[in-house]
Each structure stands twice: as C-alpha cells, then as structure tokens.
C-alpha cells in the first residue's frame, strides 16, 4: 500500500491508500524538529485506533517545509523500508512538466494539484486552494502547470489584521448573514469572507480573460466548501484533491 504525506505550512497529512480507495487520512501540525520516531508513534497510535491494518510497501511526500522533508524520509527507511518519493526531486517525474520560467522553483504541492486536478477533470482549469496562502494554479489543455497567483491565506489575513490593530479581536471564518456589520465581529466576519469571494472571482475573471479559452474554476483545501456557499465561484470542489495528485505521481513514476 501507499502512504500519500502531504507536509504544509500549517498542517501534515498522512493517508493510506490501498490502490482503488483511501482508507484513512490523518492530520498533525508541522514541526520541522519532530523526529522519524515521533511520526511513527503517533502515526502507529492513531492506525491502531481506526483498526486499520495496512503494509505500506510506498511512501510518496510532498513538502512546501524543507526541513521537514529529512526526517520524513528517516520515517519511510526506518520503519517501513523504503526509499520515499519526494515531489520536486528529480527522480520524482510529474506526468506532464510544467512550463514556466527557467530556474523557477514551483511549490510541491501546486505540482500535485495540478496533477490530480487533470486526472479528473482534464485541462484548461484553475485551481483555488485555500491553505497557509490562498494559490490559483493554472492547468494547461496538455496536463501542464503553467503558472498561477499567490495571494495572502485567509487565517494568514486575519491574523495579520488581529495584530496590527489591537483592538480587533479574533474571529472565526464564516459566512455572515449580512454584509453590514453592525458590530465589529460581524464587520470583520463580512470583510473577510467577502472580500475573499470577491478575491477569488476578480482573479479567476483575470486569469480567463489571459488564458482565452474556457476555464473551470476547481477549489480545494479547508475552507474551500465555505467560499461556494451560495456563490458560483467553483464548478467543482475537490476535498482530496492534493491527497489524489500524490497517488497520480506515484502511478506515474511506478509505470517506468
């Protein structure tokens, strides 16, 4: 079986996949000094508890943290006996390469993005994912990851905003009933969620009228579902989308 690891700014995911399903997909913070061990203990931990019993014979990752990326691989070596595919490297092949500036470092996880978002849903898209940053990933007629924009995350926002202006507090992401707030929770609550629809459609217009053909607009990660709430901002949403990209890749690169 493979074990998919997706390390984020924020968030590392873990998921089993048993060639036809996922069965089973954990979630820690990242750390860069948590150790092989400390993975395997609370990776083993959380296996048992779901009852899950799987031999990873894989491991394929994909790292936006360097740092996080050696002890990952001491994890996969050390307690399952494989070497690691890791996205970006250059045994790790991507199914199409992607066209961008020469020199241009492209961030594993919009590779895997763009990888699974083609394996379902084809070409000429744009993918949205709401993650540490808020990314638009540009996927050509081909496969290819030909570019995209990074703008600042939402929680990235918000917290930004809670510690230039002392008075504001924190507040949850959510959906306001109204756009005039009528108190300051509310009032931010408006500002960030519709600014943020706003975000996403002025850019997704831009990125089409560039691009001159049509485009489906693909959205992923946490908050995705609550930005589509009562809004056409996505044709679909992809709640596994990365997760399915790193078993594409894996394919990939098993085939030869």
């Known amino acids: 079986m493979l074990l998919a690891i997706d390390c984020g700014n924020t968030n590392t995911v873990f998921s089993i996949w048993d060639g036809s399903g996922f ?10 000094a948590r150790t092989a061990d400390a993975y ?3 990776y083993s931990t959380l296996v048992k508890h779901y009852g899950i019993e799987a031999e990873i014979t894989d491991v394929i990752i994909s790292s936006t943290v360097p740092r996080v990326v050696f002890n990952l691989r001491v994890f996969a070596d050390r307690f399952f006996g494989c ?5 970006g490297k250059p045994d ?9 500036d020469e020199g241009t470092q492209v961030g594993p996880d919009r590779l895997v993005n763009a990888a699974g978002a ?14 540490t940053a808020t990314t638009f990933d540009v996927v050509a007629a081909d496969g290819a990851y030909i570019g995209g924009v990074i703008a600042p995350g939402v929680n990235l926002s918000l917290e930004a905003l809670h510690m230039a202006a002392a ?11 109204k756009v005039i707030g009528t108190n300051t929770v509310d ?7 519709w600014g943020y629809v706003g975000l996403v459609s002025g850019i997704c217009t831009q990125i089409r009228a560039e691009y001159e053909q049509p485009m489906r607009v693909i959205g992923t990660g946490g908050l995705a579902p609550l930005f589509a709430q009562g809004e056409m901002l996505f044709d679909e949403i992809e709640e596994d989308l990365t997760m399915h990209g790193l078993t594409v890749i894996h394919a990939h690169n098993a085939k030869g």
């Open 187 to 193: 009032c931010m609550q408006s500002g960030v969620f």
């Open 40 to 42: 395997f203990t609370w």
């Open 167 to 177: 008075a504001l507090p924190h507040v949850d992401v959510t959906k306001p009933q």
């Open 83 to 87: 070497r690691p595919m890791v996205v």
């Open 92 to 100: 790790c092949a991507l199914p199409v390469q992607a066209r961008v």
């Open 23 to 32: 069965l089973c997909t954990l979630r820690t913070s990242t750390h860069h």
């Open 118 to 131: 083609y394996d379902r849903h084809g070409g000429d898209l744009i993918v949205v994912d709401f993650g």
